[in-house]
């Protein structure tokens, strides 16, 4: 198991980048680094193991060989658990092992607590995982969620914009702004709204 291979998987601000050990059609292990670490943490354990995994160590955006996000973004938890969402999609994975180590156990156990059904085991290495006040579970897991799911099925959809005519447009921003006034919603759209050649 010390021969791996690198992965790369586009995200909307470049790509989130990976190392694999294992064969492909092996039980699925994501495993997820700590604070300032990369995906070389599990260099030393992956071979360790057993063989008969797929063991996919991500980097984090903003670590290792992953693209770093926009300059004035800022790095979450919850961005991380988005990322660890998109990586499981892009490998087709719909239920995996998740390891994680420090600051990846704490991402890996938010993950397992917004999406139990995706995870059949949690291995956390020097991490608590995540914890919540009982009161506050139910109302956490249910915005959190639906934030992650939104924002990945509006990245699905990505199209490029729409063009219209001014007269369309202006129709289009009333309708969807009932307090608008004609006058109000053309001012607006001087600087809302992008000529190109088609509309």
């Given amino acids: 198991l010390v021969m791996f291979s690198e992965l790369k998987f586009p995200v909307p601000w470049g790509h989130v980048a990976a ?26 354990l992956i071979p360790l193991l057993p063989r008969g995994c797929y063991y996919v160590a991500m980097d984090f955006s903003g670590h290792g060989l992953s693209s770093h996000r926009p300059a004035g973004c800022t790095y979450h938890f919850l961005d991380y658990v988005t990322d660890v969402r998109r990586v499981a999609a892009a490998l087709q994975w719909r239920r995996f092992t998740l390891m994680g180590h420090s600051m990846g156990g704490a991402v890996a156990g938010m993950f397992c607590f917004l999406y139990p059904e995706m995870v059949d085991k949690l291995i956390l290495l020097e991490s608590l995982g995540f914890l919540l006040a009982p009161e506050d579970t139910e109302a956490w897991l249910k915005s959190k969620r639906r934030v992650i799911d939104r ?44 000529e190109t050649p088609a509309g």
Avoid: M, Y
């Avoid at 294992?22 to 997820?32: A, D, I, K, R, Y």
């Avoid at 924002?151 to 959809?157: C, D, F, N, Q, T």
């Avoid at 129709?171 to 009932?178: D, F, I, P």
């Fill in 151 to 194: 924002l990945l099925s509006l990245e699905a959809k990505e199209q490029t914009p729409k063009a219209r005519s001014p007269e369309a447009a202006l129709q289009r921003l009333l309708e969807a702004n009932s307090h608008l006034t004609a006058e109000g919603g053309a001012i607006l759209l001087q600087r809302g709204a992008t």
């Fill in 19 to 44: 190392k694999a050990w294992g064969p492909s059609e092996g039980h699925p292990v994501l495993c997820l680094h700590g604070w300032l670490d990369n995906a070389n943490t599990f260099d030393k």
